[in-house]
């Protein structure tokens, strides 16, 4: 297995910026890519000094509008800049399938400069991929590049395809967008000789991700055949944390594993898509924590009693289902508990969840499993009065109605207040219990982690009382996945949250 190249594509206005990048990320690149089409057209000029300047293999790339690039001049003028530029000492000059240019494959050959041969696929699979990429190359010296734009998990599964039909051909291949995100960190395991990234503002392809995070959060350069895969599958899922949690404590134990985001629009294809890639484990998140159920061999007595699956294992009969949400609430509350003057216990307390989604599901069952009175108030009645009803509780709307209850513990589990949480929860900022009256001596507990501190939180802290952040509750529930995945407790602190 040829180790695959970390390419750092630049995409800066102006030289200086694209080296000062070049400088802050050397120790996790090993090669680069001057995207020219996004230098400012006075900086043109200069192009010939880069390669020098750069001291590392240097691509040079001018893409047109039409393959998701920036130059707008007309063909001649991009001919006639890459035949001046081509004078300096490139590693790659990258030539798309259909440019007509043979002064400039002939100065790039007779100057050593390696032809990258590419296409770009941003209108969906072509049904014959591995041939077009087979096709792509016009001579033996040549190396074909394909990048891809999946819309979804069955276009990764073609693109595995790809890459089995083509073992063995030295090739660029990559998956562009959140669905092709593995093919960027498993670049070396896939057979991909480069893969590349951005740092700065400007993204220069859907689904780059910064050097460091590629190198050292990834470790797309140092997976070998080994490695053993685990994932968070959810839709959407890019945005997880959960990478930070569990490849450093990977890290910090020596264990040669990686931990990726895999979106996933088809449940089904998920077990599929693990066959291919050897996928030992993985976290489940939105909307597929009761969607896996079918697939489970085995489930945990959790996963029967609370009715979703948070984790997943690879078992010689087959998948295992298990649910660390539960535990992984608790935890927390149990310390917060713990700390209150004078001393109270779980079971005495009395309840108040707001939310009846999927994790009002594990905590709705936590707290009665403990003996706490719940009460369940939702926006949507109905949904409350059924999880209630499942769990033995009460049920309420989430209404002014509330007021005056005197809940010892509340627990927010609606995505109020959660950033990005899109126009319908109203996004960071929002309290989906403005309306309750804090008297400082609740427990309040946010599930939202992003941001760490809610308003909600802000006000209970404000009114004295004892607050429990959600990140709490999603670092307990990773280090109990950590636990099932690697048979290891988790190393507590290393975590990059
Ligand atoms: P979910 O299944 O989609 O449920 C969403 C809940 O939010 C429903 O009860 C929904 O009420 C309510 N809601 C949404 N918009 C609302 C609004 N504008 N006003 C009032 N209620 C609204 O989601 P989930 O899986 O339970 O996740 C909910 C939150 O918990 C998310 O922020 C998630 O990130 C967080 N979470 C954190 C952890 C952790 O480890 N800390 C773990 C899991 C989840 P309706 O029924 O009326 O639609």
Known sequence: MTPTKICLSLTEPTLAADLA???????????????????????RSALRSFPERARLPAILTVRRESDGGRFRGSEEERVSLLRSAIEAPWAFVDLEEDLAASEVEARARARSVRIIRSLHLTAGLPPDLAGRLRRLARSADELPKAAVLLGSSRDLLSLLDAYDELSGVEKVLLGMGPYGFPTRVLASR??????????????AAPGHVDPVTLSAIYRARSIGERTELYAVIGNPVMHSRSPWIHNPGFRALGIDAVYL????????????????????????????????LPYLAERSPEVARIGSCNTLVRTPSGWRG???????FLAPLRRAVEGTRPPRRLPAMTALVAGAGGSARAVVFALTDEGARVTVANRTVERA??????????WAELSSGLVGRGFDLIVQTTSVGMEGGGVDAGGAGNDPLAFYDLSGREIVYDLV????ETKLLRRAQAAGCRVVPGMEMLLEQA???????????Y??????T
Do not use: M, W
């Open 21 to 43: 990048l070049v400088e802050r990320n050397r120790d996790s690149i090993d090669a680069v890519e001057l995207r020219a089409d996004f230098l400012d057209s006075g900086e």
């Open 190 to 203: 896939l057979g991909s000789a480069l893969s590349y990234c951005t740092a700065g503002e400007r993204s």
């Open 261 to 292: 985001p895999l979106p996933i629009d088809d449940i089904a294809l998920f077990f599929a898509i693990a066959e291919r890639l050897r996928i030992r484990g993985s976290s489940v998140t939105i909307p597929h924590k009761r969607a896996v």
């Open 322 to 328: 298990a649910n660390t949400d539960a535990s992984g």
């Open 385 to 394: 009065r059924s999880l209630a009803e499942e769990f033995g509780c009460d």
């Open 449 to 452: 982690y992003s941001p760490r």
């Open 479 to 489: 280090y109990a996945q950590f636990a099932l995945f690697t048979g290891r407790d």
């Open 491 to 496: 190393p507590r602190g290393a975590a990059e």
